[in-house]
T-cell receptor
Framework: DAGVTQSPTHLIKTRGQQVTLRCSPK?????VSWYQQALGQGPQFIFQ???????QRGNFPDRFSGHQFPNYSSELNVNALLLGDSALYLC????????????????FGPGTRLTVT | RKEVEQDPGPFNVPEGATVAFNCTYS??????FFWYRQDCRKEPKLLMS?????NEDGRFTAQLNRASQYISLLIRDSKLSDSATYLC????????????WGLGTSLAVNP
C-alpha cells in the first residue's frame, strides 16, 4: 500500500524564481492538502484539492497556486519566490469529503524542503 | 485567542514516567480531533484520532472534554523513542474541512 509521495525532496531556488512541487496521494485517497511548515512552527494550511478543484484555502497570497489531476495527484506552484518562502512543504492526503470523522484523517508525505537564496 | 493552543514545553521526563499534554480549542462546532507526532525535520504522523470521549492505544490515551473544549494526551511508561513534538489538530467544524494545527508540545524522554 503506497503512502504519500512527494518530489523533489530538496530544492534550492533564487529569489524571484518559480517552483513546482509534486505529490501523489496514498492509495485510495482523493483529497490532497498542502501545508507550509517553517522551523519551530506547526504546519500552516495552504489549500486543499478535491475533484480537481480548490475547495479550501488558507491565508496565502495568489503566488501560491495548485492543481489536482484526474489521478488525484497534485502540484503546488509558487511564483516570485521570496526568502520567507523557505520552509518544508508538506502534502497530506485523505479519503473523501463526507461527514465521517475519519475522512478528516490526513496522512503526510515526507515533504519537500525548499530553500530560497 | 488562538483557535488551538498547546503548551510548547519542553517537557523533560525520565524513562518510565507518565506525561500528559493538554490542548484547548476555541470553536465549539469542532467535531474531529487528532494527535500527531512529529520527529525533527520529518513529516507529522497520525498518532491518534479522537471522535468520542476518548481513545486508548497501548501506552497512549487521548481524552476529549467537549464542555471545557480541551483534549489531552497521556503517555504511560515513556520510552526514549517517544521523544518528539506532539501536535494537536482540530477540524473547524460544519462543512469546513480545514484542520487547525497547534504549534506542538516538545517532549524529551531522558535515560
Amino acid at each position: 500500500d503506497a503512502g504519500v509521495t512527494q518530489s523533489p525532496t530538496h530544492l534550492i531556488k533564487t529569489r524571484g524564481q518559480q517552483v513546482t512541487l509534486r505529490c501523489s496521494p496514498k492509495s485510495g485517497h482523493d483529497t490532497v492538502s498542502w501545508y507550509q511548515q517553517a522551523l519551530g512552527q506547526g504546519p500552516q494550511f495552504i489549500f486543499q484539492y478535491y475533484e480537481e478543484e480548490e475547495r479550501q484555502r488558507g491565508n496565502f497570497p495568489d503566488r501560491f497556486s495548485g492543481h489536482q489531476f484526474p489521478n488525484y495527484s497534485s502540484e503546488l506552484n509558487v511564483n516570485a519566490l521570496l526568502l520567507g518562502d523557505s520552509a518544508l512543504y508538506l502534502c497530506a492526503s485523505a479519503n473523501g469529503q463526507g461527514a465521517a470523522p475519519s475522512s478528516y484523517e490526513q496522512y503526510f508525505g515526507p515533504g519537500t524542503r525548499l530553500t530560497v537564496t | 485567542r488562538k483557535e488551538v493552543e498547546q503548551d510548547p514545553g519542553p517537557f523533560n521526563v525520565p524513562e518510565g514516567a507518565t506525561v500528559a499534554f493538554n490542548c484547548t480549542y476555541s470553536n465549539s462546532a469542532s467535531q474531529s480531533f487528532f494527535w500527531y507526532r512529529q520527529d525533527c525535520r520529518k513529516e507529522p504522523k497520525l498518532l491518534m484520532s479522537v471522535y468520542s470521549s476518548g481513545n486508548e492505544d497501548g501506552r497512549f490515551t487521548a481524552q476529549l472534554n467537549r464542555a471545557s473544549q480541551y483534549i489531552s494526551l497521556l503517555i504511560r511508561d515513556s520510552k526514549l523513542s517517544d521523544s518528539a513534538t506532539y501536535l494537536c489538530v482540530v477540524n473547524r467544524g460544519g462543512n469546513n474541512r480545514k484542520l487547525i494545527w497547534g504549534l506542538g508540545t516538545s517532549l524529551a524522554v531522558n535515560p
